[in-house]
C-alpha cells in the first residue's frame, strides 16, 4: 500500500525545507520512500515550493504506475519504467464497399477518330506533302502499292551499288485477337512457294521402324531414315538435319531427343508427323518456314533481289494468304501492317489487301 505525504519541516523560522514522500505501508511499518534521488529540497519561499509540487503532482500518475508494475530481477531497478497510458478512444476504419467504388471507377473508352470527311488527317498538316522534301511527321505514311513496292527495291539497289542477289525481307504485325477475348496461338507453319530462292535442297530426316517406308523415304530424296538407332548419333551432332519427319508410331520413344531439337521436334501442328512419307518429304524438301514472333510479329525472307518482280509478287502473295488463313476471314483484317524491304533498303510500307485474292462478293 501506498500513500502520498507531504511534510513541511522547519529547522529554522526562516528556511523551512519541505519533503514530499511516498509512505509505503507493509506489515504495520511505515516505510517512507522520497521522491527526490538527491534528499531533502530546500526552497526559499512558499512560491517556488508550490510550482514545485503543481509540478510533481502532473508526474504522479506515471509515478505510480512506475512503482507499482511488476519486479524483474533482470532488469535494474533503478532504470525508468514507463507504461503507456492511452487517455482516448481508437477510431475505427471505415470500410469501403467495393460496389461504390465500381460505380465510380469508369473505364475510359478509346477515342476512335474517323478521317474520311476531313479535308486533311486529325493533327497533321495535310493529306499528301506538294514537294518531294518535307517532314515526315507532319503528313500521314504513304501505302505504296505491293508492285510499285518491289519496283522501288530495285531501284534503290541500283541508286546505292549494293548487291543485286540480295535477299528481301517481309515484316507483318498481326492482329491476334479471336471472339470472347481469346487470342490466336503463335504458330509455325511450313509453304511451298512457287519460286524457290535457295539453291539447295533442304535436309530431311525420317524417323521411322518399318524397313518399306524407310527405303521410300529415301529413294524420294531423305537424307536419313531410321528408328531408335538415330538418336544417340543426334544427340553426340554425328547427324544433323535442317527438318526432321517422323511416322505416328515412333513418336513415344523420339522424348529424348525434344530438348535437343526443341522447336524442330516433329509435330502434328507443323505438319511433321504423318503416315504419307513421301507427301511430308515433297513439303519439307523445297518449303519454306516461318513462324510468328513476338506474339503478333512475322518476319522472314521471301526472295532474293535479283529474282523477276513477278516472282518476288507471287511468293509475297503465297506467304501471306498462308499466314491469313490461321485466323477466320469474318472477324476482319488479320495483318495490320506490312512491310517489305531488301538487306540494304530502307522499309516500304505497302497495302497488304491488295495482295490478297478477293472474294466474290467484294467483287461484285
Known sequence: MYVFCFRICSRTKTFPFFQLTFDRFRGGTIYSLPLFSHGQAR???????????????????????????????????????????????????????????????????????????????????????????????????TLHDPAEAIDMLKKFQALDFTPHNQPVYIDLKLDMKLEKKKKVDPFVSTVHLPHAFKAEMNRVLVFTEDANQATVARENGAVFAGGVELIQPILDDEVSADFYVAVPD???????????????????????????VPKMLELFKTGHEYTVESDCYVRSQ??????????????????????????????GPFIERA?????????????????????????E
Open 43 to 141: 526552497f526559499p519561499d512558499m512560491a517556488t515550493c508550490t510550482r514545485t509540487v503543481w509540478k510533481v503532482l502532473a508526474r504522479c500518475q506515471r509515478q505510480l504506475l512506475s512503482a507499482s508494475g511488476p519486479a524483474y530481477s533482470g532488469v535494474s531497478q533503478t532504470a525508468p519504467r514507463n507504461l503507456p497510458v492511452r487517455t482516448f478512444a481508437a477510431v475505427k476504419t471505415l470500410k469501403k464497399d467495393k460496389k461504390d467504388n465500381a460505380e465510380k471507377e469508369v473505364k475510359k473508352e478509346k477515342r476512335v477518330i474517323d478521317d474520311k470527311n476531313r479535308h486533311k488527317p486529325f493533327g497533321k498538316t495535310g493529306w499528301a506533302p506538294v514537294d518531294d522534301v518535307y517532314v515526315m511527321r507532319y503528313y500521314p505514311r
Open 250 to 276: 515412333i513418336l513415344p520413344k523420339l522424348v529424348p531427343l525434344k530438348n535437343k531439337l526443341r522447336k524442330k521436334f516433329p509435330k502434328s501442328k507443323r505438319g511433321s508427323v504423318g503416315i504419307n
Open 302 to 331: 521471301i526472295a532474293t533481289l535479283d529474282m523477276p518482280s513477278e516472282h518476288i509478287f507471287a511468293n509475297l502473295q503465297t506467304i501471306l494468304v498462308d499466314v491469313c488463313s490461321h485466323r477466320p476471314a469474318s472477324l
Open 339 to 363: 512491310i517489305i524491304a531488301s538487306h540494304t533498303s530502307e522499309a516500304v510500307w505497302f497495302k497488304s489487301e491488295d495482295v490478297l485474292p478477293k472474294s466474290p462478293e467484294k467483287e
